[in-house]
């Protein structure tokens, strides 16, 4: 199922069509992955889910991305749509990684700077 962040329902409709059509298209060009047409078509549904940041089933990626692989060796041009596929999934790492810092800055000073002080002196903390 393709999915899209957007808040009116009108705008979520839309997405989702969009999304079926795109995984249609893919779905239908992996049919035939050593024709020319069908790279392109793959590609150009790569590119417009990029372009509309419509997340697609992982399933339909893996499997009809498996289909244009396994016909480079025949069609050199499949490496086109494969390219596309992996920017595709560099495209999803990015969309779900967290936007925010990672971890939470905490000053730690004052909780460990006491329990150093007692576990190393002072005279040893300091290089002469």
């Not at 024709?35 to 893996?62: C, F, G, M, T």
Request: aromatic share 8%; glycine share 4%.
């Amino acid at each position: 199922m393709a999915w899209m962040e957007c808040h009116d329902l009108g705008t979520r409709m839309a997405v989702i069509e969009k999304g079926f059509t795109i995984t249609n298209r893919l779905t239908q060009a992996a049919t035939q992955p050593q024709n020319e047409n069908s790279i392109r078509q793959a590609s150009k549904a790569l590119s417009d889910a990029k372009k509309y940041r419509i997340r697609i089933d992982p399933n339909v990626i893996k499997d009809t991305g498996e289909q244009f692989i396994g016909a480079t060796a025949a069609q050199p041009l499949a490496q086109q749509a494969v390219q596309q596929y992996l920017d595709y999934r560099s495209f999803l790492n990015r969309e779900l990684a967290p936007s925010g810092p990672l971890e939470k800055k905490v000053n730690i000073a004052p909780v460990f700077l006491p329990h150093l002080r007692r576990v190393f002196p002072l005279t040893q903390l300091v290089r002469r």
